[in-house]
C-alpha cells in the first residue's frame, strides 16, 4: 500500500482587470486511487512577489501585467489609499 | 440529448459535471418581486470549498500564528470566508489589514466596500472608543481591513503574541 501526496495547480484565472487567481490542490492517493483532495486558493495583483509562484503561474501574471495594465493598478492602488 | 422531463435519476454513483458557465437554470421559477430589485441571473453556475491563507499587509513588521484555520465557500458568485488564528508574534501596533482572499471581489466605487463581515472574536485589537469593529472586503481587491462602525481604522496590540482574531466575511467576486 503506497500512500502519495501530489500537489498541482488546477487552475489559473485572470479576472478583472489584473487579478491572476490561482487554485492548488493537494492531493492524496492510495495506490494511485485518490483518497482525499483539498483545494487552496489565492489571488495575485501586479504588485504581489510571483517569485515564489510556480512557473506557469508567472508566465501568465507576466502576460497579464502589461504597463498599462500595472498603470492601472497603481491608479487603483493611489485612489483606495488616498 | 435534451431530457425534456426527469421523474427519477434514481441514485446517482458519478458526479454530474458542467462545461465551464453551464449549470442548473432556475429561470422557470419565479423570479426577485421586490420595487428596487434588479435580478441579474438565475443560473447556478459554480460551487467550491477550500481553504486560503491570511497574510501580512502593510504596516505590520512580522505576522506568525501557531493556530490558522483559514475557508472559503463559493457559491455561485458570492464566497463566503472564514477565519481562525493565533498569533505566536506580531509587531505590529498598526491597521489590520489582510491580504489574501482566495477569489477577488466585485468593484464598487473608491472608499466602498464589497462585502462585509463581523468579528467573532478578537482580543488583539485596540479598542476605538468602545465601538463594535466589523470587517470591510476592499472593493476589487483580495485584502479585508477591520473598521470602527464609525469608521476609524483598527489597530492591532503593539505584541498580539498569542491573541486570537476570529472572523467570516461574505463578498461577491468578479
Sequence with gaps: MAITKEVEISKIEVVG????????DTVIKEDGTVISRSRHRHVLNPDSDISKEASEVQAVA????????????????ELQEG | MALSKITNLGTLTENIVFQNTKGIDFSATG???????????????????????????????????????????????MCYVTCSMRFSGTNASATVVIDGLPYASQSNANGYASGTGAIG??????VVNNTVSTVYVVQNASRIQMYTMLGASVNSNADASNRWLEFSAAYPTV
Aim: cysteine-free; charged content about 20%.
Design chain 1, 17 to 24: 482587470s489584473w487579478h491572476v487567481q490561482v487554485a492548488t
Design chain 2, 121 to 126: 472574536y478578537a482580543n488583539m485589537f485596540t
Design chain 2, 31 to 77: 423570479g426577485a418581486t421586490g420595487a428596487n430589485t434588479t435580478e441579474t441571473t438565475e443560473l447556478f453556475e459554480d460551487y467550491e470549498e477550500g481553504f486560503w491563507t491570511p497574510t501580512i499587509s502593510s504596516g505590520w513588521s512580522s505576522f506568525t500564528t501557531d493556530f490558522l484555520k483559514a475557508s472559503y465557500v463559493k457559491i455561485g458568485h
Design chain 1, 62 to 77: 507576466n502576460a497579464v501585467w502589461t504597463d498599462t495594465v500595472k498603470a492601472k493598478f497603481k491608479t487603483w492602488k
